[in-house]
């Protein structure tokens, strides 16, 4: 906020939940934005390649300038002004660009030296169990930090969102008083795009059968991603309050052919 006040161009690296958030931001504030990410198009590792190249056009037409397939190489200063150096991936041609303002939105590694050094188990992440213990009992993990047994989907896992954190962290606090409150929460996450916005919850794998199911082209519906036509992820663009009846039908864990699955939820 403080950088937006006193600059005035902005280079976002990274197209995935923080930079487009981000760079949508930004755009609204009047500010020149340039985003520069190596995927098809936005949030193209979460997205089908239509929908994400649909935001590629959608970003444009708010003014924000967007470099998809392209790799950043180096940043270097110069006086007041920060120097990116990139490359297309598919031609290799080499560009660079001056900015007021670097933010980069790549995501996240948890540093988990100290859980090491203390002993306890790791693998992407601190191990807990259903009431947020680790493998040493009087020590919890929440958050984006914590690797857990996401019941509703039968699988591990560890959700770098708001709503994991802090439902998470209530709950560890509880039980780190004395309850014995199982997290059987199936977190959900959200974001708004200028005019657009989604809530999703499940898991939204590229590598899964991905269906859309269009009220109005791109502008509002709900994304299914199947694995063995069953609903494992869901995200409901422009669609509010359906999260919950989502969380349902993924844990009931029914088998879908792809044409059952129009008008399963609607506005």
Excluded at 84 to 103: A, G, K, L, M, P
Excluded at 200 to 211: L, S
Excluded at 228 to 254: A, C, H, Q, S, T
Excluded at 255 to 263: A, N, P, R
């Amino acid at each position: 906020n403080e950088l937006a006040k006193t600059k005035q161009t902005f280079c976002v690296i990274g197209g995935g939940f923080i930079g487009s958030e981000i760079a949508a931001a930004l755009t609204k504030n009047n500010k020149e934005v340039t985003m520069i990410f190596p995927e098809i198009g936005i949030s193209g590792l979460l997205f089908s390649d239509d929908l994400s190249k649909f935001l590629n056009d959608y970003y444009r037409e708010h003014g924000v300038t967007i470099l998809n397939g392209c790799l950043v190489d180096s940043i270097s200063k110069s006086g007041n002004k920060y120097k990116v150096e990139f490359h297309n991936i598919d031609t290799e041609e080499v560009s660079e660009s001056e900015f007021d303002v670097i933010v980069v939105g790549i995501g996240l590694i948890p540093n988990l030296d100290l859980a090491k050094d203390t002993g306890l188990e790791v693998d992407d992440g601190i191990l807990v169990n259903e009431f947020l213990q680790t493998s040493k009992p009087d020590i919890y993990a929440a958050g984006d930090v914590a690797n857990f047994m996401n019941y509703g989907l039968g699988k591990r896992m560890r959700v770098e969102h708001e709503d994991n954190a802090n439902t998470m962290g209530i709950i560890a606090g509880k039980n780190m008083a004395g309850e014995r409150e199982k997290y059987d929460h199936m977190p959900f996450f959200y974001s708004d795009l200028f005019d657009l916005g989604y809530e999703a919850v499940g898991e939204m794998n590229k590598d899964f059968t991905i269906v859309s199911d269009w009220i109005e082209p791109y502008k509002k519906g709900t994304i299914f991603y199947l694995n063995e036509g069953k609903i494992r992820g869901l995200i409901f663009w422009n669609l509010w309050d359906k999260v919950d009846l989502g969380r349902e039908i993924i844990r009931e864990g029914k088998e879908y052919q792809v044409e059952d699955l129009k008008g399963l939820f609607t506005e």
